[in-house]
């Protein structure tokens, strides 16, 4: 995975809002040192006490507590579903910068998205973030908070700066779409926005519940997840919403018991598990097309029912992650797994 392989394997971890009430905004004051743990069934502890607005509110986010006095007023988003999820938010006049698209961001979003101002294509060197002089900088990969780059979430605290990071690289056991309740949940009320959550969540679950009962019974094709890969193959495992992804569209990932969020497997392993379709995810340098013939190329998987018959379906690696395009990917991978049922 170009991009964020690396850091993925090291650290294993709807539509858009009308902005209807404009809010005042302050600066947020970081609870520097408090650190705490996930609840058991992986979602994090919040809680918020008496005050104007509902503040002061307090978070527990992948294990840093943080005490916010007011909403953050000069956020910065680095990854997509970070940026997409603000700014469906009706948040783009609080982003101070955004960094590190892997996708043209939805069409619905382009006019509030034109008016941030892009840090870097890929990540800001701590430098470049301060320099946006940030209250707020919110992850949605683990390698965003990278320390040997002095972006980790304490270095970013002892700068007066809080942080968040997508539950997805912190939840223990698979992500479902409870924790991307939890995640639009947390970050609506960060900001004060707790109605707009509520109503993209209510968006994202209506949607979704459309699909399910479309495909419900219909057979569930196992399906291959191609990421990349070449001496191995890069996939998407059990623990990430791509895999919940899947099974709402009506598929079974074939390495769903990869306890992890993506991971490398051998092309032995794939061929053993006789996938009947290949979801590849499209991204970067490498065009889907070449993708597909570096599969049907291989003499090793000639065999294998899904590239034997060319069953492939693709989706864009921005809808296969935590964030406001779930509804969008299941649906989309729903309608190619089971085009009868759309």
Not at 255 to 278: H, N, Q, Y
Request: hydrophobic share 40%.
């Amino acid at each position: 995975m170009p991009r964020f392989r690396a850091a993925l394997r090291a650290l294993s971890p709807l539509a858009a809002l009308a902005l209807l009430i404009p809010l005042a905004a302050c600066a947020a004051t970081p609870d520097e040192g408090a650190r705490d743990g996930v609840a058991p069934d992986g979602t994090t502890r919040s809680a918020a006490a008496p005050g104007s607005g509902g503040f002061p509110y307090t978070v527990t986010n992948c294990g840093v507590t943080t005490t916010y006095k007011a909403p953050p007023r000069r956020a910065v988003a680095m990854n997509q579903h970070a940026t997409e999820l603000l700014l469906a938010l009706g948040l783009g006049d609080r982003m101070a910068g955004t960094a590190y698209l892997d996708d043209a961001v939805l069409p619905a979003y382009r006019p509030a998205y034109d008016k941030i101002k892009v840090l870097a294509k890929e990540y800001p060197s701590k430098e470049l973030l301060l320099g946006a002089d940030p209250d707020f900088v919110y992850g949605g990969y683990s390698s965003a908070f990278d320390a040997a780059q002095g972006r980790d979430r304490a270095a970013l605290g002892k700068s007066g700066i809080n942080t968040r990071l997508s539950v997805e690289y912190c939840t223990p056991g698979p992500v479902r779409f409870e924790q991307l309740k939890t995640e639009i949940t947390e970050v609506a009320r960060t900001f004060g926005v707790p109605e707009r959550g509520a109503r993209l969540i209510e968006d994202e679950q209506r949607r979704i519940d459309a699909v399910t009962a479309r495909v419900k019974d219909k057979a569930r094709p196992n399906v291959f997840v191609y990421d990349s890969g070449e001496a191995a193959a890069f996939t998407s495992g059990g623990n990430g919403i791509g895999n919940e992804i899947v099974s709402l569209a009506g598929g079974r990932n074939v390495f769903a018991d990869l306890k992890d969020t993506f991971g490398d497997v051998s092309w032995e392993k794939v061929i053993e598990r006789e996938p009947d379709t290949v979801l590849i995810y499209d991204y970067g340098g490498t065009s889907v097309e070449a993708k597909k013939q570096r599969l049907v190329n291989d003499p090793a998987l000639a065999r294998v029912p899904a590239i034997r018959d060319r069953r492939f379906v693709v989706l864009p690696l921005s809808s296969a992650v935590l964030g406001v395009r779930v509804a969008d990917a299941v649906t989309s991978l729903a309608g190619q797994l089971h085009p009868d049922a759309a």
